[in-house]
């Protein structure tokens, strides 16, 4: 045991002294930090330019509804010319026309929302159009959603509308949780794989690198205790960075588990560092260049955070995929820090804490081989 | 004379880096995996922007409710259903497998042609509030498309698109074009800063002091080499784009051209990276965590002008946002900025050119101070 805490020591006195490391380490997550702020940005409402050529009222009611759409339009009221030139400018991605003789289309039955759309790519473009459907139903059905299913025997009530069919949503949850608090979750599971990964490959390759391993092979240690301390060192490190982020975002709420949660997402967390100290620690010992460490370190960390759903919900993904997707660790940390953290139960979360142990347990194994071997 | 010993030192440090890479393998290995794993990470991206995977559970199967089906199926690719029952579908939302439930109630087509308005339960995993506006917003769009297809009375009001291109295109072939600009910042950001760290940590650089000819021949022998290796990186990643992804350009020359800039350009800002830090270890993660926030902020997933003016003023900061905008433009023919093409091509080769004449000062600098 003394020679296990020994060795740790020493390689978290060597983490501390490694600035560029921590540093190799904190960049990634830091940038996907960024990221998911600047995209919260882009995600949200699309800019929309409205022309109303027709002063009437039911142009005037049309014209509020879309006004109102917050949600969906960053809105310019605008001539048709000053529209067609923020559109040329690309300072609107559309221009939606109330046309002259709007009143009269109405009265008719036959009226028309002229919109000239920027397609240049369909995710925004379908957002667009989706929110002029909602806007032209609201026109014609201003009661849509306002019907109330009825549940456990009491009967519900049914507006009628035009369209003859109406929703009844139920959510699941009272809140909705904002987009960037949904996306930092993975953010804390980058910086545990980036730490963990580079922390124990590091470790590994300067052994190599300065020569050290040649000491190493003198001391009396057995295989199991060098592995067991490094892969303790390397988790050291990986605390000496998750741990302060984490208290941070807890003090603001960002992460705020419901009751009695607190223990599983932590077992998680543990898990994933677990699992990537011993992979770091079996990568720096096949690798022996930091910078090919390195390299490779924030390779492998970006492929187990995409494909195990980090940036991504793998239900989205093709069959093939999600498949796939069962064989890669993260998957198992992202399902569960998820579950613990934004669903009510903890269904699931046994099973991807026991898939997390069995690979980190495996990658452990091939560790101690591998090094064991090196220093042998 | 001095040029013709310059150019000879050029081509001397060109050989050496290029040898030096030779030895490098697993390095080099990586960086062409590299440049293929940014295509891969932005396409899983893509396929996370539509088709929400919601249950469909189906009541009734008469003709309207097939119409219905349909009218979600063809709502803006916001949903792609899954046909089970409710069971399995509470099963599912509840492990996050899939985000939305939809029921068609049994009495759904004599109700509708009756005249009557039918209540269909919509039951969403609003966990995240981004894709659970999608879904508020597909939901009346597939009821009205449902209405106006079936000519119901009292609907009066039609929506009329007009497109400025005429085609749509689909998020991952957009994505997919702008990733490659930004493969070409990471590879030749690595090799480049790679080029000039590892001149430091073999403390090498101080015999640059001896050399006849100015360091600014030998830095730009090693970049051309670490540009050559870079650009076969990025060419076999523009034909994965090309044959596996099928985005064939529509202006070749403009696509290949713009990639070609890219990488001169991108090796210059990697050595200019690598002379201040001077260490190899954080250059990949530098360049890997620089890269996911240039991405977004240079127009990668929409035009950035979009985004307002401050977003755009940031994306100014990057010659990302050049990149991509010749790029789009070469592979899909799209003007993706309010700057023209070739305005954009000044401003990539004004970028490579600061980039050059910044690497070659600090580096001036560092090898004097030594």
């Known amino acids: 045991m003394n020679a296990v805490l020994t060795v740790a020591r020493l390689d978290f006195a060597v983490w501390r002294r490694s600035p560029w490391a921590i540093l190799a380490a904190v960049i990634p997550p830091l940038g996907m930090f960024i990221l998911v702020n600047v995209l919260t940005l882009s995600v949200t409402v699309q800019p929309v330019a409205l022309v109303i050529e027709d002063p009437g009222p039911q142009a005037q009611v049309v ?29 609107v991605a559309a221009v939606i026309v109330i046309p002259k003789g709007f009143d009269d289309g109405v009265a008719r039955g036959h009226a028309v929302l002229d919109y000239t759309l920027n397609n240049v790519d369909i995710d925004f473009a379908d957002d667009i159009r989706r929110s002029i459907d909602r806007s032209v139903a609201q026109f014609d059905a201003p009661q849509l959603g306002s019907s109330v299913e009825g549940r456990a025997g009491a009967s519900g009530l049914v507006v009628p509308n035009a369209y003859r069919v109406d929703i009844a949503e139920h959510d699941l949850r009272t809140t909705d949780v904002a987009f960037e608090t949904y996306q930092t979750l993975p953010v804390i599971l980058l910086l545990v794989l980036c730490a963990g990964v580079l922390g124990g490959a590091l470790l590994g390759s300067r052994d190599h690198e300065r020569g050290t391993i040649v000491f190493l092979r003198q001391t009396p240690l057995g295989r199991c205790s060098f592995v067991a301390g490094r892969l303790l060192g390397a988790l050291l490190a990986t605390a000496s960075i998750v741990v302060p982020a984490l208290v941070y975002l807890t003090e603001k709420h960002v992460i705020h588990p419901p009751r009695g949660h607190w223990p ?37 960390s970006s492929y187990l955070f995409f494909l195990g759903g980090g940036f991504t919900t793998i239900a989205f993904l093709p069959h093939w995929l999600q498949t796939l997707s069962l064989l890669v660790p993260t998957r198992y940390g992202i399902d569960g820090m998820r579950q613990s953290l934004f669903y009510a139960d903890l269904t699931g979360v046994p099973t991807d804490l ?7 347990l495996a990658t452990l194994v091939a560790s101690i081989a591998v090094l064991g071997r090196s220093v042998r | 004379m001095a040029m013709a010993e310059g150019m000879r030192a050029l081509r001397a440090a060109a050989r050496a880096e290029l040898q030096q890479l030779n030895r490098s393998r697993v390095l080099v290995g990586l960086v062409f995996v590299e440049a293929i794993t940014f295509l891969v990470l932005v396409s899983l991206f893509g396929l996370t922007g539509s088709r929400a995977p919601t249950a469909l559970i189906q009541l009734d199967r008469g003709p309207l409710a097939q119409s219905f089906v349909r009218q979600l199926e063809e709502a803006h690719n916001s949903f792609s259903l899954r046909p089970m029952t409710a069971a399995r579908a509470k099963q599912e939302i509840a492990q996050g497998e899939i985000v939305a439930s939809v029921t068609i109630p049994r009495d759904f087509d004599t109700a509708i042609a009756h005249g009557r308005t039918v209540l269909v339960p919509v039951t969403v995993d609003n966990v995240n509030a981004d894709m659970d506006n999608d879904l508020r917003g597909a939901i009346p769009s597939a009821i009205a498309r449902f209405g106006e297809d079936h000519h119901f009375p009292g ?133 890997f965590g620089l890269a996911l926030p240039c991405y977004i902020d240079s127009g990668a997933l929409e035009p950035l002008r979009f985004d307002g003016n401050k977003i755009w003023a940031i994306g100014h900061s990057s010659p990302v946002y050049s990149a991509i905008a010749v790029v789009e433009w070469g592979f899909h023919g799209f003007d993706v900025t309010p700057e023209s093409v070739p305005q954009n091509v000044l401003q990539l080769a004004a970028w490579a050119t600061a980039s050059a004449l910044v690497a070659v000062a600090v580096l001036q600098r560092r090898v004097v101070r030594r």
């Open chain 1, 354 to 360: 026991a898939a997390l142990g069995g690979f980190a």
């Open chain 2, 155 to 287: 609907i009066r009001l039609d929506p009329v698109e007009r497109d400025l291109i005429g085609h749509d295109t689909g998020y991952i072939p957009y994505l997919i074009v702008s990733a490659l600009a930004l493969t070409s910042l990471v590879v030749a950001g690595i090799l480049g800063a790679v080029a000039v760290t590892r001149e430091f940590e073999a403390r090498t650089v101080t015999q640059w002091q001896l050399a006849p000819v100015h360091s600014g021949y030998l830095l730009a022998g090693k970049l051309v080499a670490a540009a050559l290796v870079s650009a076969l990186a990025i060419g076999a990643a523009a034909l994965v784009v090309v044959l596996g992804y099928g985005v064939v350009p529509r202006h070749p020359l403009a696509a290949f051209g713009a990639l070609a800039l890219c990488v001169p350009m991108f090796t210059c800002l990697g050595a200019c990276a690598g002379a201040l830090l001077r260490k190899t270890l954080p250059v990949a993660a530098l360049f």
């Open chain 1, 63 to 91: 014209s509020h509804i879309i006004e109102d759409d917050t949600d969906a339009y960053k809105l310019h009221v605008t001539s048709l010319a000053r529209a067609q030139r923020l559109l040329d400018e690309q300072r």
């Open chain 1, 264 to 300: 599983p997402f932590l077992a998680v967390l543990l898990g994933t560092a677990v699992f990537a100290a011993a992979l770091g620690v079996l990568l720096g010992s096949v690798s022996r260049r930091s910078t090919t460490v390195a390299l490779a370190g924030v390779t492998v």
